[in-house]
């Protein structure tokens, strides 16, 4: 599979009618002016700044909530090697990961925003057709979630998914399936989405990824048995032998730390892992690029 | 004799279970339908007074459609004899017709397994979003659920079928349908409260209206689902 770089992936999405909310593009900016951003977004609006590489990278610079201004003299500080994609601030309610392949689409979804180090459980719903199947594997227990408004910045609150969230999602998926299924057959290959829900702009993709988890990992069809594993709660321990269960954390901002321990479990020969989080969520989709089959530790 | 379901608790052996069992549910605060009950040795003697009763639980509740159902010996421990209990639903509410019908087609030994401790329910029949049948034990809740009134305890391929043990949860829905998580959180502490007070694993069927379980009937399980053999 080919990696795809933000801006492609954008063009991607608006090509095939997948974008929902404003996106300006500036391609490797130096002199982008608050004025621009004002005739685009509106004199008051408050802005998200993502970043995108030329390839599929994660965990680039980010500005979240800035003023026109703010935002205009963040981009031009940007090193040459970064684009700049602008689009409107608005909090995140909930977030998901889609997984799209031939007639089934697979989502994970957790309350508030779903980044790296965010350990959450989700809700997995299964969609084939008209048949759906959800698990559940905390069911009834509100998870600590994280947000992020303009008054409190990032903070953390009791939340779970509920059935508002699954409608949303089964509802976006079915009336977009033919601009999936389009989007599936031009990129040549099985494709995964990572959506924000807000309040104004509803489901929202916000980037595309090129690799997913097999479509077995979905479908139960996995027959081999599950193995011993042994537990590995940071990611400074030492790296036994054979599958793993993850239980570790690592921040946004912890790229680093990230890129040296997929390092070291590949050295450590680790071949197989099983993870409390999503299957779709960062840490799983950078250790499926490194090599690693990632399995749920939830049977 | 008759007996507003809602407002007294009814002994099983005047009233049968299904309606003896549902008065406890009501007087546990977990919604039922309103229901009027008339005593089978009662309509045996004479209907006039069914009439006047019926008539004036109708003009109390405005049920826009009633369901008739029998009241007897079923619903036992060992036995639930599911479905032998008579149902007739979309009945309209007027008391002159439901009192001839309930005189005519259920006061009978067939029905009632003879007239003594036995009763018949004159029900407000909802009309709600799904319905469905959930069992329950200890920790574990099965559940299948249709659009129709009767579509499970019919035998009709549910849309929803959902399986909670412990804290995972697994639903399949076909049709369009969503599952409901909320549904599915509501009958699991329903279940939990009547097998509670019962002192037994319940069957129970129920009606969801979007926002609340209305338990229809609780029974015991009599016999161990597939699902739960290993």
New interface residues.
């Given amino acids: 599979m080919n990696d795809m770089g933000k801006f492609e992936a954008i063009t991607a999405l608006e090509n095939h009618g997948l974008l929902c909310m404003p996106v300006s593009v500036f391609r490797h900016p130096a002199s982008v002016t608050s004025r621009q951003l004002r005739d685009q977004f509106g004199r008051d609006a408050h802005l998200v700044v993502r970043t995108g590489a030329d390839s599929e990278e994660r965990n680039l610079l980010r500005l979240v909530g800035a003023t026109v201004e703010a935002a205009a003299e963040w981009i031009n500080e940007l090193p040459p090697s970064l684009s700049a994609l602008v689009q409107p601030y608005d909090q995140v309610l909930f977030s998901v990961e889609l997984a799209v392949y031939d007639g089934l689409e697979a989502a994970e979804i957790i309350p508030g925003i779903w980044e790296l180090d965010n350990q959450l459980t989700p ?1 997995v719903v299964g969609i084939q057709g ?12 509100a998870q600590t979630a994280r947000f992020h408004d303009l008054v409190r910045g990032h903070y953390e609150s009791p939340a779970q ?3 508002w969230q ?2 949303t999602v ?1 509802e976006w998926v079915r009336g977009r399936r033919r601009d999936l299924a389009a989007l599936r057959r031009d990129l040549g290959h099985s494709f995964g989405l990572k959506l924000h829900y807000s309040t104004r702009f509803g489901l929202s993709p916000q980037n595309l990824r090129s690799t997913v988890p097999h479509r077995e990992t979905w479908t139960g069809n996995q027959s081999s048995p599950r193995p011993a594993v042994a537990v590995l709660t940071s990611t400074n321990e030492p790296i036994p032998s054979g599958p793993l269960l993850l239980d570790v954390s690592l921040a946004r901002e912890q790229h680093a730390q990230l890129t040296g321990f997929l390092s070291r479990l590949r050295k450590a020969g680790t071949s197989e892992v099983y993870l409390r989080s999503g299957l779709l969520s960062h840490l799983a989709i950078n250790l499926r690029e490194a090599g690693i089959t990632v399995r749920s530790a ?1 049977g | 004799m008759v007996a507003d379901l809602l407002t007294q608790e009814l002994e099983p052996e005047r009233w049968g279970f299904k309606a003896a069992r549902l008065s406890e549910v009501a007087a546990l605060g977990i919604p039922v339908p309103p229901a009027l009950c008339l005593r089978a040795d009662a309509l045996v003697r004479g209907t006039a007074e069914a009439v006047n009763a019926t008539g004036t639980w109708l003009r109390l509740y405005r049920p826009r459609r009633v369901v008739i159902r029998t009241s007897a010996h079923e619903d036992l421990l060992e036995s639930a004899q599911a479905g032998r209990t008579v149902t007739v639903l979309n009945c309209p509410p007027d008391a002159s017709a439901l009192v001839r019908a309930i005189d005519q087609e259920f006061v009978t030994e067939k029905n009632l397994g003879g007239v003594a401790g036995a009763c018949v329910l004159v029900q407000e029949q909802v009309d709600v979003t799904l319905y469905g049948v959930a069992f329950s034990r200890e920790g574990r809740v099965l559940v299948e659920a249709t659009r129709g009134p009767d579509g499970v305890t019919g035998g009709r391929i549910p849309q929803v079928r959902a399986r909670v043990e412990g804290e995972r949860l697994a639903v399949n829905a076909n049709g369009q349908t969503i599952p409901s998580l909320a549904l599915i959180r509501r009958l699991r502490r329903v279940c939990r409260l009547l097998a509670e007070h019962f002192g037994f694993d319940v069957d129970v069927e129920w009606a969801w209206t979007g926002a609340s379980v209305i338990v229809l009937q609780v029974r015991p399980v009599t016999g161990e689902p597939l699902e739960w053999a290993s």
């Fill in positions: 809700i008209d048949r759906v199947g959800l698990t559940a594997l905390n069911f009834g227990t998914v509920d059935d699954v409608a089964m939830h």
